[in-house]
């Protein structure tokens, strides 16, 4: 155990010693053990775009037993993905790591400016199992957010219950949301407030752009002179709106790019206090060696090695 990983957990004031558990299992996995970050493996892109556009690049990837083995090599905290995927591997690699069960997905046949996504396992599942937690996504301006929140808080509640920690990803999208404005700082910052608020205790959100979506936050932004020019500058703006840092806060990898542009932007989150990163078509589009060779190196940058 570490004095960082101890400060950390002594921040979820509320929680019973199976959630603490359940977050240290995470903090003190893989190879960033111990340090405060976290690297984590989601794959749940197969259910929302598609297998040809999340797996075809390459094809072993289309195989659950893929990602499993990846995170396993890798050193990961955990692996996230829907119930499929961990049902599909469950029995062989059993304890082997950390699992979060995705609980709600969306598809992108229909498409919508307002996403509402479905709730696709549960509470029992996760236990089922023996996932260490269960992660849910919000799409803050969607029409149907409220929702969104009000099955959050009663998923939260029941996972509390049995000792099971909240993955939340809190990703700004909908109607009332320019497409700018879905990762604009003021925008992203406001996402993470709104998921530590409904309960979660790790926070995902994608990085956060310059631009600023409402009026009314541009005034505060500039009279208080809040710096948001550089990405490391914007991170810990988001970083403090999840209660003064006193929430795990991990950054999605997004779209698939090159090693350099993808190691770039990590350092760019590092060095503004991220907690982590949450990689996907990142590193599963790869190969596996050439998968692992990329998280070992975001790994390396986060713990300072």
Known sequence: MTERVDQILSWYESDPPGILSNLRRMLMHGRTGGSGKMVILPVDQGFEHGPARSFAKNAPSYDPHFHYQLAI??????YAAPLGFLEQGGRSYAGKIPTILKLNNSDSMLGGADPCPAVTGSVEDALRLGCCAIGYTIYPGSEHRNAMYENLRILIQEAKDVGLPTVVWSYPRGSSLSKTGETAVDIIAYAAQ???QLGAHVVKVKPPAADIEHDAARK???SEGIPVETLAQRVEHVVQSAFNGKRIVI????AAKGTEAVLGEIRDLAAGGAFGSIVGRNSFQRPKDEAVKLLHAIMDIYTGA
């Open 73 to 78: 090599d890798a050193g990961c905290n955990a």
């Open 251 to 254: 950054f999605s990898g997004g």
């Open 220 to 222: 505060v932004y500039e």
């Open 194 to 196: 709104v998921a530590c």
